[in-house]
Every structure is written in C-alpha cells, then in structure tokens.
C-alpha cells in the first residue's frame, strides 16, 4: 500500500528498461498520477511494464505551475510520482521546485531510489579517489564554462560533468586549455545502451580520440575528471611557504609563484600547487 497524500520521487532507467527496481514498478502502477518530464518517454516506459497510469507534463519551463496543481491534488488525498526522462529526478533534471513545495504544504516525499548516470559510470572507472564532486552540465558559453573550470581547478577530488554530444568537442578543448594535458580522463557515453562506451586516457588525448570517430561523439556523456595533486607542505620549507604567503598577499598567483622560484630556488610545480591550494583555503 501506499500512503495517501505522497510524492514519491521515483529513478528511472538510463537506458535500458530492464534497470528499475520492482518497488518503483509498483510505486508507478499504484499511484493516482505520473508526473514526467515528457509524456511520451513516460509512457513507452510504462507500456513496457504493462503499466496504465495516467500522466501529466512537469518540465523546467512549467514546473511551477504544475506544481500547483500537484499540491492541489495532494490536499484531494492523491498520490502522485515524479520521474524524469532518465535517471534519478532534480538532478540535473527538474523536480527540485516541486520536492520543496510539497515539503513546504507538509505532504511527506519518499525517495524510490535506482539509476543515475553519474554513479553509473563513476561505478565503472576504476577511480580510487574516494571523493568526487559532481557538479552536472557545464555553462553553455564558453566564457562561463572557462571560468566555471577555474574555479574548479585546485580541487583535489574527482570532478563529474554531464555534456551533450553538440558541445562535447568544445568542452573538451576547454577541459584542455584549463586543466593541461596529464590529468585523467574517463569518457563514459550511451551508458546502459547498446554502443556504451567507457574510454580512460590522458585529457591531453581525448580532443584527438573524440575527432577520430564522429560515431564516440554521439549520446549523452558523463566526464569523471582526476582532481588536482595534493601537495603536502612538508616538501616545501618554511621559508618558502612564508614568502609565497608573502606574495600571495599582494600579487597575482602566477606572478607570485614566479617570483617565489627564483627567490627560494623551491620545485616551480609544488609552488604552483601550494598557491593553488592556498587561494582555494581562502575563499572557502
């Protein structure tokens, strides 16, 4: 059974039909509405599991007026379902708006959790870093992205992106030109699908592995980027720690850190990094 006046947030399948748990199936056939980013997806989802539940429209342009409506058929004592075209809903999708405002009238929402592209191919990378930050689609100008990856660059950690097979070529050339060429890269694309694709190089080579077959600049892509190497203080000494401190205060980082190697005689990369490190505790 299921309770009364409820949102249940339900995880559809990436791609293939076959990944969605049994309970969201039931959630999905006993629930009074489906509230679905597009009708069609929903219901070529539903009709493969013999599921005839009645649909509504909830999309990044009318999500605020349907969610008036959904509220309102809450107070009737409906029970409604949110699933997005893809994945699990409100990440990188809509639903955010609608989760709050339910919460906000005091009906419970109940996550039915299952796939989501991000810990799909992040599943399948072979990344030991145990922390990552995903961070979703990336600006659509390449202005925003650029300064978007600047603010991402001292960050230690994995750093997940979603991108479309139309701006996979400029976000690449820009991952490039922000991050250099030695950071790993895993490429995942058409996950769960027939053509999935899980490719790992070097950033500096995956303009050219992209270029090389238009067929792997098809579907949609999750982009696990290597964080940045950590540097431990303790490589570099006191002194130079203090005088980079010292520069920082007063110059830009890159002309700090110049200035830092020639007065301390200190590795250039390390101080680059500790500066990187230094600015990032700063603002945070």
């Known amino acids: 059974m299921l309770a009364k006046s409820a949102l249940y947030v339900v995880a559809t399948p990436i791609g293939n039909l076959r990944d969605?748990?049994?309970?969201?199936?039931?959630?999905?056939?006993?629930?009074?509405?489906v509230a679905a980013e597009h009708v069609n997806t929903a219901r070529h989802l539903l009709a493969s599991h013999s599921i005839a539940t009645k649909i509504v429209t909830l999309h990044q342009h009318n999500e605020a007026a349907v969610t008036e409506k959904i509220v309102a058929l809450?107070?009737?004592r409906k029970t409604?379902?949110?699933?997005?075209?893809?994945?699990?809903?409100g990440i990188s999708d809509p639903g955010a708006i609608l989760v709050n405002?339910?919460?906000?009238?005091?009906?419970?929402?109940?996550?039915?959790?299952?796939?989501?592209?991000?810990i799909?191919?992040?599943?399948?990378?072979?990344?030991?870093?145990?922390?990552?930050?995903?961070y979703g689609f990336l600006p659509n100008k390449m202005a925003g992205r650029k300064r978007e990856l600047e603010a991402l660059k001292s960050l230690s950690c994995t750093l997940i992106f979603y991108e479309a097979p139309h701006r996979i070529l400029e976000c690449a050339a820009d991952l490039i030109e922000?991050?250099?060429?030695?950071?790993?890269?895993?490429?995942?694309?058409?996950?769960?699908?027939?053509?999935?694709?899980?490719h790992v190089c070097k950033l500096g080579d995956a303009l050219t592995w992209l270029q090389a077959d238009c067929n792997q600049r098809k579907g949609e892509f999750v982009l696990l980027l290597s964080g940045a190497d950590v540097v431990?203080?303790?490589?570099?000494?006191?002194?130079?720690?203090?005088?980079?401190?010292?520069?920082l205060e007063d110059l830009p980082?890159?002309?700090?850190?110049?200035?830092?190697?020639q007065i301390t005689g200190e590795n250039k990369n390390s101080l680059y990094k500790l500066a990187l490190s230094l600015k990032a505790d700063k603002e945070s």
Not at 120 to 134: D, E, K, Q, Y
Not at 178 to 198: C, D, M
Request: with cysteine.
């Open 20 to 33: 969605i748990s049994l309970r969201a199936l039931d959630v999905l056939a006993l629930v009074d509405v």
């Open 74 to 76: 809450l107070a009737a």
């Open 80 to 89: 409604i379902a949110l699933v997005t075209d893809a994945g699990t809903p």
């Open 101 to 118: 405002q339910v919460r906000t009238h005091g009906y419970p929402v109940i996550p039915i959790p299952g796939a989501n592209a991000a």
């Open 120 to 134: 799909c191919a992040l599943s399948a990378a072979g990344i030991t870093n145990p922390h990552f930050l995903f």
């Open 178 to 198: 922000v991050f250099g060429t030695q950071r790993q890269i895993t490429i995942a694309r058409e996950l769960t699908k027939v053509f999935e694709t899980i």
């Open 232 to 247: 431990s203080k303790s490589e570099i000494s006191d002194g130079g720690q203090r005088i980079l401190k010292l520069l």
């Open 253 to 261: 980082l890159k002309q700090a850190v110049k200035l830092a190697t």
